[in-house]
């Protein structure tokens, strides 16, 4: 069966610190993945998706950029944080199929002081 | 992208059938409709999709109107556990994406 990983589950970080947060898939190949942020209240907002490693489609400009490193691996950076970074990070996956459903980690709840 | 309206919140009493609305007036023909929920501090949860004919699964059932621009998720007997945030989303084909609104927040009352 398939499993994400996700993590840390919580991180606070100063404004202007770095960001790396990391996602991992097992179970599966060459599956899509992507970057969700959720704000306090608020839906949830696409960042990132990938279909397949280097391959990277950036939806919102903004100062955090996503990397895939390797087929399973997905990890989300800045290099200087915002205040406006705070939110709820969520990384999710789906088989390379039209119309697959998305399999959700557990989130990353990032404040930035 | 095809936007889907739902109402910001809805309350049901326990034990009770849910119906929760969900309009695309703009939805294609190649729109599939996925219904997701979302519990406080956890990742969303996929619950059913559909493309035109009614479909059923072991936690919900989902009504299509005929004419597409319209569809309800259907909670048969709501439980506390299903006090959750839903989301009515379209995928939209070609893409290798879903994009959430704000859903709907489902209360449960005892």
């Known amino acids: 069966s398939q499993t994400i990983h996700q993590w840390p589950a919580t991180l606070v970080q100063p404004v202007g610190s770095p960001l790396s947060l990391e996602c991992t898939v097992e179970g599966t190949s060459n599956p899509n993945l992507y970057w969700y942020r959720q704000a306090a209240g608020r839906g949830l907002q696409l960042l990132f998706y990938s279909v397949g490693i280097g391959q990277i489609s950036s939806e919102v400009p903004q100062n955090l950029s996503a990397s895939r490193p390797q087929d399973r691996q997905f990890i989300l950076s800045s290099k200087k944080l915002l205040l406006s970074d705070s939110g709820f990070y969520l990384c999710a996956w789906s088989f390379v199929t039209f119309n697959e459903k998305l399999f959700f980690g557990s989130g990353t709840q990032l404040s930035v002081l | 992208d095809a936007k889907t309206t739902q109402p910001n919140s809805m309350e049901s009493n326990e034990e009770e059938p849910v119906h929760l609305p969900c309009n695309h007036s703009?939805?294609?023909?190649?729109?599939?409709i996925h219904w997701y929920r979302q519990l406080p501090s956890q990742g969303p949860e996929y619950v059913i999709h559909?493309?035109?004919s009614n479909v059923n699964n072991r936690m919900a059932s989902l009504a299509i109107a005929e004419d597409r621009k319209s569809s309800t998720l259907i909670l048969h007997r709501a439980t506390l556990r299903d006090a959750a945030v839903y989301y009515c989303?379209?995928?939209?084909?070609?893409?290798?994406?879903?994009?959430f609104g704000t859903g709907t927040r489902l209360t449960i009352i005892p």
């Open positions: 703009t939805i294609s023909g190649t729109d599939y």
């Open positions: 989303i379209l995928y939209n084909f070609g893409n290798e994406k879903l994009t």
């Open positions: 559909g493309l035109t």
